[in-house]
DNA sequence: CTAAACTTTCAGAATAAAGTGAAACAAATT
DNA sequence: AATTTGTTTCACTTTATTCTGAAAGTTTAG
């Protein structure tokens, strides 16, 4: 496999991987190809590369920025604005999960506590037990996933590594 | 608040949840729905709680089935078939864990191995240099990522919990 | 200040995903 | 074996998302 079919396997996949987590695949793209470049790349670089659209690999790289895993880069003596990815790869991990416990996890938290302990006359005996038995469940698993999401968030790489060899043995 | 508020707020931020989890958002309000019920449901139930048509139910169901957090259920002297939601929280989780690992990690996993060390006269240093360190990186960190989700998949929840207490601490 | 070079936005077009409903299929009952 | 009851499929419609490209906006240089 040479160099070029490497680079396309790799932005392919990551686009399919991006689509399954709800990222769009240009966007999922547009990263993989930022990752694997030497180079920071302008918004003509990535139109190219990829063959979309300026207006798209504008909102893209907004996109991708708010993720906090694109950043802005100037090279010096240039006017034009070039744009890099997070390499380290710890840290885009974190940086996801942080974005996806904002976004999702949060919300989820907040309406299940919500409704916590309906007490309603009108509906069966068996409805509220059920509901108020299955959102206490829920919110507890919530609860602790949103704990190890911070901890992992906040933690370093060697120390989550070294807890994990000990996890998994 | 009362017992249909709470439900339909139920419903509706499942809904939610799986659209950005790419399960696609009836089915996720088919399952929340499943989930809170106390009874097995008929598609006639689910069609008629949530306005939406047979054929979509029939299809929802057994995409849900597919994940493994559905089940069909007979009734004693009914012809007819019911649907039941898994309601043990771990063994949710678990069950999408596991089919997540399945159908996106994997295939990244496969997808990097294979584009390890490159080597290409016609491509630059730097390109090579960069896409060798990245994909090693990356594999590196799906792998372990991938070990952890065995290792979850296959733990009991007890196990789990009395871990990440000792983790998260 | 004006022009040139570059960047961003956004209305509408294109594409993709989800949903419908009627027809085909299957099983059970008489 | 015919009828009734229930289930599944699939071609088509609807809805939602993504993408384009031209126009508006910025910045820099002369």
Redesign the pocket.
């Known amino acids: 496999m040479n160099y070029s079919e490497a680079k396309y396997e790799m932005i392919q996949q990551w686009g399919v991987l991006g ?1 399954s987590w709800g990222i ?4 999922a793209q547009i990263h993989g190809l930022l990752m694997i470049s030497p180079e920071p790349l ?3 670089d990535i139109m190219e590369e990829l ?6 690999v ?5 996109s991708l920025m708010d993720w906090g895993i694109v950043h802005k880069r100037f090279k010096l003596n240039e ?3 070039f744009f890099e990815s997070e390499k380290d790869v710890w840290k885009l991990a974190t940086k996801v999960a942080q974005e996806r416990q904002k976004r999702e996890l949060l919300p989820v938290i907040e309406m299940l506590t919500r409704i916590q302990n309906i007490k309603d006359p009108k509906a069966t005996k068996e409805e509220v037990s059920e509901i108020n038995t299955m959102s206490k469940a829920l919110l507890k698993f919530a609860n602790q996933s949103d704990k190890v999401l911070s901890k992992f968030s906040n933690a370093d790489s060697s120390w989550f590594f070294s807890t994990l060899v000990k996890l998994i043995k």
């Open positions: 689509s769009n695949k240009t966007e302008s918004v003509e063959k979309i659209s300026r207006g798209n504008s909102m893209s790289l907004r006017r034009k604005e």
